[in-house]
DNA sequence: CCATACTGTAACTCTATTTATTACAGTACA
DNA sequence: TGTACTGTAATAAATAGAGTTACAGTATGG
């Protein structure tokens, strides 16, 4: 992953968080400074992960599917993200004897590393992250 | 950061642990199946992080540049990564309260959890991941 | 001192991924 | 029934990363 879903994400939970009832996209769009399509985009994502419901239609938009204080960090960065951060590999040489290990080596250790961060990620809930606004 | 460097890296430090004396880059690529100059590239991270030490001219090449034991797996992060892996934002609209301190917020959310997966891969030196391989 | 075998690095191209945009059908409300 | 929304597909633009080529520079050994 190198993209800026977890903000975009973050920043859309952050506003569900601090305003009232239903929000449509194009005001989430305006204080991202993004499309008001790839909010939706985002919505539908944290959508099918439950932490958000929307609502079609006039009046319709978005709104948190659960108390602030019930979302884990860690649960957005499941949202958007389903490999390790330190993903990526080679392809290397089968015949050589290194080569035809290291993938399975570096996956494991990828899953070490991304599971580190992780728990950091969930021990913070999206209201403790909402009190840091002023 | 979205790319191949951490594995690269890695793979070369595997291949300099467990081989004897000074290793030509053309050897390296060839494990790795990557071009030459793409392994000198990241040769050049390696040595301006005190993690390899290299030799020009005829047999020339790469050697590690102290005891694989000595060399931490977040040596090696810190070599190839200098920005936290879930640092991506946006640029928010800095007239919408939460869009603009949220940047701030994500950079201190970023570094800690950064410091999560960091923290795990210090525990981890080169010497023992080399002991995976058989 | 010259042929050889390397490194170091710049310039460039190619490719993949991510983001942005547009468009429009579908839905709900008043 | 007009209006204000969502959902999503199609596509374009932008960016970043990987790959390639080229060549000057350097060390070694005969």
């Known amino acids: 992953m190198d993209n800026v879903q977890f903000a975009t994400a973050t920043?859309?939970?952050?506003?569900?968080?601090?305003t009232?009832?239903?929000v449509p996209s194009a005001y989430?769009?305006?204080s991202i400074n993004i499309n008001p399509a790839m909010v939706r985009k985002a919505l539908s994502t944290l959508r099918t992960h439950g932490l958000v419901e929307t609502k079609e239609g006039k009046g319709g938009g978005a709104i948190l599917a659960k108390p602030a204080d019930k979302i884990l960090l860690s649960d957005v960065y499941h949202a958007v993200n389903s490999t390790?951060?330190?993903g990526k590999a080679n392809r290397p040489n089968p015949d050589c004897l290194v080569g035809k290990q290291i993938n399975d080596h570096l996956?494991?250790?990828y899953t070490q590393a991304d599971n580190a961060l992780i728990n950091k990620l969930s021990t913070i809930t999206l209201a403790d992250f909402v009190k840091k606004f002023k």
């Open 11 to 18: 920043h859309i939970l952050t506003l569900l968080a601090v």
């Open 107 to 109: 996956i494991e250790l």
């Open 28 to 30: 989430l769009a305006g």
């Open 20 to 22: 009232e009832g239903v």
């Open 84 to 86: 390790p951060l330190l």
